[in-house]
């Protein structure tokens, strides 16, 4: 069931090395440090990390984190079988027990109280006791543990302890310039260069705003799916709104204005139908449900 | 019991498309592009996804959200049997294994942490991990996440985090223009075309409410009810009461404000019981119980 | 166990139709629309509920909701057996299977999470998914929806979301005039007419103090109790305050006042004992217990 | 297990009717009307109860009302037996099938939520649904039930419902008048009835401070725990501390006015230790544990 | 399992009475009265109870209370076993069985609901009803009931109700005077007279200290401490920091203050290094762990 | 399966020691007190308390505190078995079972009530009561209890009872002085002693904004990683980056300013690159992930 052929990754994750990061990451792995990986919604910091993992080789287990999740869902925890309890390894011992990548996606979810069991794994020790079962597991020399972080969601409530953070080396990502940006996303869905820079230049925009009526700028992620939107024939003004501008907000104010930038930047026809009252193609009079 | 066959939609259900969203669907549906249907209560945003699942000849899994639903209410769990534990995969499973569309209803109720199960499923990788299984569930083909969202109720409290809807393409949608909206409910109800118009009005008034006493609109659902009431032989004042007044507010004035509304678009004659008093016919004085 | 035998009605209910009430009922139960029934504690919303039962012949099955309540006690569970797990259908299930009339008493007590899983059964769809089992569930043509709601307890807190609302037909209850009341009261409890038109207007003086010390007025219900300690020899003024007075306050001015309209009311001769002291029948001294 | 003789009073109990009390109850349980018995601590609401059900010769049983309490444990819950799940039936299950007074003690420490499901064993349906079972009980013909409430510990968070409270008939007890309770002390004790006199003046001079320092007086009982005291030799002055004022206050103040009320009372000579320091009898140095 | 035999205290506790502490607690005893023991940490009061416990040659059951402790932490449970449930007593069960002293230590950290259990064995009826057995069991004539209590932790939160407060006798304790503590420190750790008294005029300085930026006085378990690394060979400055300020209190100015209190009590000579940077013998600095 | 042996550290671990603290915690073993060892996050805490166990050759249990932990992750539980259940001995009983030193790791982080359960084995009696066995085990003569606490973390929430803290000896650490620290770096990574000299100093630099902006200042810990980063070839304003500032701020102006104070301490040449835009070598843009 642990079986470390389903987490290794067959195909190289289409991934565009922009800085020294690839050797960063590398000399932590040489030393099985644990990495954070900070950075916004949809950067590719979990593309990196499913990058890293392929080139290294190594299997890679991830989890996402929440608020929900205990020690035992990492860890694990005994079952009910035929004839009694059994033990199964949560990912977290898994990871360890086989040597793989641990990767603890957007771990300020998990209750900080849940982070504490990674401790032992990222100090000298390098094991990690299982409790329930009297077992204190070394880890596998392979294993390494990361964690990915988005600085933006900080708050008072949801932060990493000190002695969590301290026990990690960091790499910061952020989105990439406008012409790599925008060679990624032709890359990636075979749009035309041209309109690429076009979504790149309507993430800008959006992107000034943020702290400004908008929580995040618009993700590399979601200027992917306008471009396929784009690639299955949706008119740009349509995919613009649908996969750039309506994902993000409900503000009238702001969509209004992320609307005018679309139209400048598409230089759309003036319409049939008033933008004030029913133009937005993607809005959809009721009917009962 | 996962029988996709149970999922499908055998007959089409009625839906009047006004713009383009069938087509704008279409093309996220064509990518397998995760989808948010924003709009107020009752506009038809699940009739939308049955029609489009009919349309598609795909299965849908509903989901209506709630705070207590866990992920292992989505992903799955084991359960106690003769021989043991067995796994049951839960709705959002058995969608990616059978290819279904996944339709997560209001889900700003779910716990913010719940929803963070279903990122693996919007990004590229398109997979599910069952960690409690040791599973890495690939995504079938045809398999498409569909989520409803009502932002009228988003609050500080409750919205989605930027991480999840950065993983999503959106549709608005709103109540439909007076014409459109009378015509689907005679259509659906039978009802005369120029009573439904008059319904419709009485709707456009209280929606004029909005944030001023009321916090939503009468929904269309809320005019169907009101046409079969008449079909039944109630009359107009008593039925758009009964329907459209009284589910929606407990306030006094507002009630009066609606109800004389109700009164000057149906010419109500004077009754034999004074309004302030006991002339509310769905008014009914108390008995012990 | 889910016979739908035992949840028939045998005997009329004593129940005096008032207005409408009975043919508005009748009307949503032709066309299978839910209903909220709205009222004062106390008023008859939950007799009126069982003569419609009766009237139609339909099983009627019952919940008090309570904060505790989960979906799972709505819809069901698994039970360990001698062969492993074996689901119980939850009274909403059952209702849905067996055509009965579900009445959700005092709705705004469940969680708002909870009241979700109605939703799918109260539109056009009218299904039950249980998940859990795996089962979509069609409900009996005859099974209908049935909640009630007291606005005098709406708060902030606790409301019935515009989701769940706008899926209803309301009825508003009230206390009924004061000749209906008293005759109520009479033919209920075979008190004489002049003592039962005496306690209603009792009762009358208590509900104008209502917001003003009085969370409630003195429902019909308490009446019918006083009326019951009056024909069992209790006298007048004794049976009015432990029956009408002490149960709905703790306020020692209140209770004066309400004290007073008694002894007004019943034109009570001067007493051995002072008011004051130790003059309340009800009022027992302590020893230790 | 369910064994109605357990549950029987085999002694009469020692109560001493003060007014009319036993001839109010008497006709409440004629009628099988529910009962609330409101007083301060240790008034002697339990032993009153107690007596009724020695007087009409019935079972009760008691339960100590906690806001951990839910409903299956009043009701009743599945247990894993050998041969699978066993029904065990709550106490209020219990009464309901034997015919027993069941007695809710310090019904305002439930959850609001779990006094719901006492109502409709109030109501003229006398049943109680036994969701989980798929059972709706219909209550014995002599079950009744009791609620007992401290209406000094009435708060915002923590009151009884008015669907609740209006279910009930109501008796105030109070702390007895002192002859009156010098005699219950001294009839319960033994105790000289002279200095059973002096015990209730020390009670009522701590009763006036309620409010003003005390939340609340020295109770009836804690006056017998005084006497049994003082019957095992134990100084008045001693026994009085260590029973009537210390368990009541830790306000240094408060304590040092009631040890001046019990010094005055009983005319205590000069004390070698003084008080200020270390003249508490029933104050100890401390030593390492 | 519940075995008499391992709850004897076999060997005489070292106890100094102090007062009538002794005499008083036997008449509670001899009357089977509950006993509350209040007094600050670490004065003795879990010393007393174990001594009172040999004494009377009765069993003495100790139960830690806290916050997650349920009733059926106290009361009993049922665990699955081979052939189906069995029943587990609790500890307050089993001391109600055999007739133990059931001694629940720091009782305001028991939620407030929990308490409640105790009630009816505080009462006339001394009975412990074990609901989910359907047993109520009649308290062993040996039974008594003993709590403990630290006033200086009561706060809005955590205190005892009035309706548990008022079934208890209390006594309260204190730290001893200064030659007596002396006295119990040297007889319990054989240090030199002189020195304990030194170590209890350093105790006092810091008691002075309370509610001025101490939660707590030092408490004579501490001395005893600091007597016993003396004992060992330990310098008495740094004994002195390492048992007795050190433990109690992070604040710096605080600290400083007991530091100069100590090196004023014990005439140390100036050290080769600078108290203000590392002169602080129990400040070791830091290497990676 | 509570095996001894692996329990004991095998090899000695690098620990240099700097004052008297083995020599006091000597003293405080030899006694069996309980220790706190207080410091902040990553000054070699448990390094100290392995290097300990090591010198004593007595088995660690290490238990990473969280506020998930329950008394029973402690003390042990009940596992269904195929016989029924059988017990499992937590980390605590089984070190005080076979006399381990248990080492409570970031106590602070446990629910204080869940932290009453090391009471009885920190007093005179040395026993831990196993409830829900019905065992009061007595301490092996070997064992010792030792906690960790990180007074930086200390709130009003999050802080020992004072009846906690005064069952423990302290010994406060803090980070080593400059030479002694590089040292450390230096022994443990085969450093260049210069080069770690400069680590140290950076160090320095940040720990003074301790309150300042930062929560914490930088860990031994953290240096020893960036060491080992630079042993593997990344540039020192890299590896200080990406080891001794990204992992502990997000705070813009706070990780310029430290980026400062690298370039200054490295003295690095102009880069291609402008520092305000892409210069961080450690700063990755995005692609879609």
Known sequence: MSDTAQYLIRQEPFYQPLHEEVALYQAAWDE????????????????????????????????????????????????????????????????????????????????????????PLTDHRRVLPLDKKGELLEAHADFQLVISYNP??????KDLKQSTKQRFTALHFDYADADTEAGIIATETGTDPALAQRLVQMAGAARNLKGHGLDEGISTRLLVYAARLLKRG????????????????????????????????????SDARPVARSGDPSSVPSQAG
């Not at 950075?39 to 991830?62: D, H, N, Q």
């Not at 004839?83 to 300020?108: H, K, N, Q, S």
């Not at 933006?152 to 409530?157: R, V």
């Open 234 to 269: 949706v008119a740009p003004r349509a995919a613009c709104r649908m996969a750039l501008v309506d994902p993000i907000t409900d503000d009238k104010d702001i969509r209004s204005t992320l609307y005018h930038a679309i139209d400048a930047l598409f230089e759309v026809q």
């Open 32 to 119: 099985r440090l644990p990495v954070m990986i900070k950075g916004p919604t949809g950067c590719g910091k979990s593309r990196f990390v499913e990058y890293m993992a392929w080139r290294l080789g190594r299997p890679l287990i991830t989890v996402a984190c929440n608020e929900d999740m205990t020690a035992s869902d990492l860890v694990g925890r005994y079952l009910l079988d035929a004839g009694g309890t059994r033990w199964l390894d949560g990912p977290l011992t898994t990871a360890a027990r086989i040597g793989a990548i641990c990767y603890l996606d957007e771990i300020v979810e998990a209750r900080q109280d849940t982070t504490v069991v990674i401790h």
């Open 152 to 157: 933006g969601y900080q708050s008072l409530m």
